[in-house]
């Protein structure tokens, strides 16, 4: 696809947006920060990163990266790369995806049935946090973009809520890359089913005008939207305040700061980021942000107006 050269910034933001949120909150996870914190990407935390290391949430990003090609996703690929990755024995990992693919399916219709088959608390934030990169190789198709993040996140969270929040990402980030606005969110729920529409809705209000305090429990996957939404909305989308109000909100803070840059970074670009940030980026599979540049170009097939 043809992109203008700030599209190609705001396509390559998309991840390296997701892998600053991601590195920045490493090591704050399960913390809440004071007012005079001061915020800064220095790694430790519950699993000891080093300084600029992301987690499992970009880690995982990759991984979907890895089946995505213009106008393509190969779900077979993404569930061997996350097996693969799961032998790797990765620090860090939530209890959804470890009960998956604990059970080291490599097809994608075993790992889904794996998932269908989980009872309980179903709906973590755990595809929430690694769908960005969905919306890059769907750049061209609304419609194969909502249905392709809905089918991997299935791949390891069988549940309703969990899908809908990774389509209207995907959506959102998709029309960011490619107008620099965040006007998707609510485009998407204004075409949505109106089921959709009328759960949706009045959560994105009270992110809009509440505190973390509205929607605590950022493990599950509708609180962590939340947070990155009024993260997100209160930041006025400056993308290093976006990522530090996550981190502030507290708990899951890599993963909400993970959800919140991949679409901030759609919408203002890579360029936005600190680059004493980008600079520290890596991590899985021995990454850097170098990388994630040239896995944005692979999978959107770049060439520039």
């Given at each position: 696809m043809r992109l203008s050269e700030q599209q190609l910034d705001r396509a390559t933001g998309v991840l390296v947006g997701t892998a600053a949120g991601d590195a920045l909150g490493a090591g704050y996870e399960f913390t809440y920060p004071s007012a005079d914190t001061r915020i800064l990407m220095k790694g430790g935390g519950t699993f000891d990163w080093a300084p600029g290391e992301w987690t499992d949430d970009t880690s995982m990003a990759l991984c979907v990266a890895e089946g995505l090609s213009a106008?393509?996703?190969?779900?077979?690929?993404?569930?061997?790369?996350?097996?693969?990755?799961?032998?790797s024995n990765p620090p860090d990992i939530g209890n959804q995806t470890r009960a998956v693919l604990s059970a080291r399916s490599t097809t994608a219709q075993a790992m889904a049935a794996r998932a269908a088959g989980l009872s309980g608390r179903t709906g973590g934030n755990g595809s929430l946090m690694r769908t960005a990169p969905v919306a890059?190789?769907?750049?061209?198709?609304?419609?194969?973009?909502?249905?392709?993040?809905?089918?991997?996140?299935?791949?390891?969270?069988?549940?309703?809520?969990?899908?809908?929040?990774?389509?209207?990402?995907?959506?959102?980030i998709r029309h960011a890359v490619l107008t620099g606005t965040l006007d998707g969110v609510r485009l998407y729920l204004s075409e949505a089913e109106a089921s959709t529409n009328n759960y949706w809705s009045p959560l994105l209000d009270i992110a809009e005008t509440g505190t973390p305090a509205d929607f605590p429990k950022n493990g599950w996957v509708v609180h962590a939207l939340q947070t990155a939404w009024?993260?997100?909305?209160?930041?006025?989308?400056?993308?290093?305040?976006?990522?530090?109000?996550?981190?502030?909100?507290?708990?899951?803070?890599?993963?909400?700061?993970?959800?919140?840059?991949?679409?901030?970074?759609?919408?203002?670009?890579?360029?936005?980021?600190?680059?004493?940030?980008v600079e520290m980026l890596h991590g899985y599979p021995d990454a850097t942000a170098a990388d994630l540049s040239v896995v944005t170009r692979r999978i959107i097939g770049a060439t520039t107006t």
């Open positions: 106008s393509h996703a190969d779900l077979d690929a993404i569930a061997a790369a996350f097996a693969r990755w799961y032998d890059l190789a769907f750049l061209d198709d609304a419609a194969a973009c909502v249905d392709a993040a809905g089918a991997i996140s299935d791949l390891t969270h069988h549940d309703e809520r969990a899908r809908e929040a990774c389509r209207l990402w995907g959506f959102a009024w993260a997100i909305t209160t930041a006025e989308g400056d993308v290093p305040t976006t990522l530090e109000y996550c981190v502030r909100a507290g708990n899951d803070t890599d993963t909400t700061a993970a959800i919140a840059g991949g679409l901030v970074g759609a919408c203002h670009g890579a360029s936005a980021v600190p680059n004493e940030w």
